[in-house]
Every structure is written in C-alpha cells, then in structure tokens.
C-alpha cells in the first residue's frame, strides 16, 4: 500500500449549475445548487485514498460547520487528518464554482488554508520521511509549499507539484521538486513564459520532469532521462462536471508513480476521465476495484476492435 502525505488546501465547494456562465454585472438563474467537499489538497488526498493507498494530510479547518463536515468527510475516507489544525481565529476555506456545460468557474476563498505553516510541516516530518511521494499545490501559503519541497528533498522523498492556482515560481523550486505537474496556462505562468509558446518547448526548458494535463486530450510527460515529451491520449467519457479532475490526476500519478512513468500518467488520465462522469469534485473519484474494471474493459475493447480490423 502506497504512503501518501499531502500538504494543501481544504474548501467547502459551493456550487451552481447554470445554463450558462453569466456575464459581468448579469444575473442568471440556476438550476442547482449543492455543497461538496473539496480543495485542491484534499481533492488529492481522497483521490490517492480510494485508490488505496495510505493517506495523511497536512492541512487547516475552521472550527466552524463547515470546518466539522470536512473533517467527518476526510476520516470516513480513512485519511490521517493529525495534521490538520482547527483554527478557532478564521473559518474553514470555500469556493463558490458555477458549473455550466460541463465546465467550472472557480473562486477560492483561502480563509483558514492560508494559515497552513512550515511549522506543521515540520510536525509531519516523520510520515514525510515515511512516505513514497509527497503532494503539494498552491493554494496555501508558498513559504509552506516552499518547506514541503525542502523537507521531502531531505528526506529523499520524491514530490509531485501541482502549481494550481498558476503564479510564476522561484526557479529553484523547480529543481527541487521531483515532477511538476501543471496545464498548459500554468506551466506557461510558473516559468513566466508567452503562453503562446508551444507547450512541447516549455516542458524541454524546465529544469525538472513534467507531466501536462490536457482536459480530454489526456497527458504530456517528460520523464529526467527522455530529452522529448511523450503522450498519453485521453479516456473517453462523458463530462458532468470536470471539477476536480485535475485532482484525481494527481492524486492517482502519486499512487501509481512506483510503477513508473508512463504506466502513471496511463492510470491518472483514466481515473481523471472516471472523475468527471459526477457532479462535485470528490463523488466521481473512482475506487481502485472501479479504476480496474475500467481499464480491463478498455483493454478488452481494443482486442476485439483489433481482431476486428481489417
Ligand atoms: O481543483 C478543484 C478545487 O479547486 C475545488 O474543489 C475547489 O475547492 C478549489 O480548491
């Protein structure tokens, strides 16, 4: 069983379905509304823990209603939530997300994420040492993101950066992290580069390996010792809601990064694909007996179309 530490962000995802994304200054009626548990960082952790590894999150809650739904949430997943600070000072983190047409819009209130610290880092030091990979995003405070990547580099941990939200990051960074792990804005946006350059030539000039995600049309990676991206084609499937989906990618490439590159990225773009079939970030997130049957009834349809074929 895979040892997973996540250090991110906690939210209460506050969604609406519309028709349509509104315009500034209109006001559009719904459909739906519904709360979710979600968050880039706990996004990650549920992901890795239906997958079935071992999951510890280093995080802050609010001691508020949302603040004990998302805690009940993580350890009915079986996530070690030792790390997870109660902040009685500032509530729990939300983000108000309209869906429409099967894509989001996102806004992120921080609140108790931003108190997420290199000290509780520190505190998580030994199952940091004990795991198989670290995960990090940036929607906590970066001097925190900045001792994650310092603490797994020491412990000789490797450690997945997702640099979502995009903002530029310090290029030793990207020396230090094992594998970044961005689209195509945020790849752009962390090496402060045209976000017209083609994406192919981006991954070649970062220091560090990269793996793309590209929506439907699945992943690029360049892995230390290959000079060329390679690709992985998408899953098929049809999108409710593709909140999330990028966390499901991240969360299985951790659990699935022993076995090596490619077969990684192969099972994260097929349980990113499983994601987005429901609504809210964590429902869609596939169990490993669900990710499994998926990819044997893949496996089974292109024997048959390949004895089909002329
Ligand atoms: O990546 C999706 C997540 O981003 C949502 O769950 C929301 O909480 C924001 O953090």
Request: no cysteine; aromatic share 0%.
């Given at each position: 069983m895979p040892r997973i530490v996540v250090v991110g962000s906690i939210n209460m995802d506050l969604v609406t379905l519309a028709p349509r994304f509104p315009r500034p200054g209109e006001t559009l009626l719904g459909t739906q509304f519904f709360t979710a548990h979600g968050g880039k960082g706990a996004n990650q952790a549920v992901a890795a823990a239906r997958l079935g590894a071992q999951v510890a999150l280093v995080g802050a809650l609010g001691y508020d209603a949302f603040g004990d739904q998302l805690h009940a949430g993580l350890t009915r997943e079986g996530?070690?939530?030792?790390h997870v600070a109660r902040l009685t000072q500032v509530g729990s983190g939300t983000a108000s997300i309209t869906v429409a047409n099967g894509e989001n819009t996102i806004a992120v209130v921080p609140a108790a994420n931003a108190q997420v610290s290199p000290a509780q880092v520190e505190a998580a030091g030994d199952a940091i040492a004990a795991a198989d990979a670290v995960l990090v995003q940036l929607e906590i405070p970066l001097e925190t993101v900045d001792a994650t990547l310092r603490r797994a580099e020491r412990e000789g941990v490797p450690v997945i950066l997702n640099?979502?939200?995009a903002q530029p990051l310090p290029y030793e960074w990207l020396t230090r992290a094992s594998c970044i792990t961005p689209n195509q804005h945020e790849l752009a946006t962390v090496l402060g580069?045209?976000?017209?350059?083609?994406f192919r030539e981006l991954m070649r000039a970062c220091p560090c390996p990269v793996v793309l995600t590209r929506g439907s049309e699945g992943a690029w990676y360049r892995t230390a010792d290959a000079a060329e991206p390679r690709h992985q084609a998408g899953f098929a499937a049809t999108a409710?809601?593709?909140?999330g989906a990028g966390d499901t990618f991240n969360g299985a490439l951790a659990v699935f990064l022993r076995e090596g590159m490619a077969d990684a990225v192969r099972k994260a773009c097929a349980a990113a694909a499983l994601s987005?079939?429901?609504?809210?970030?964590?429902?869609?997130m596939p169990t490993a007996r669900e990710l499994g049957a998926f990819l044997a009834g893949r496996a089974q349809a292109g024997v048959r179309s390949r004895r089909g074929s002329p």
């Open positions: 996530i070690d939530l030792a640099p979502a939200p580069a045209d976000a017209s350059v083609d409710v809601d593709t909140t987005v079939t429901k609504l809210g970030a964590q429902d869609g």
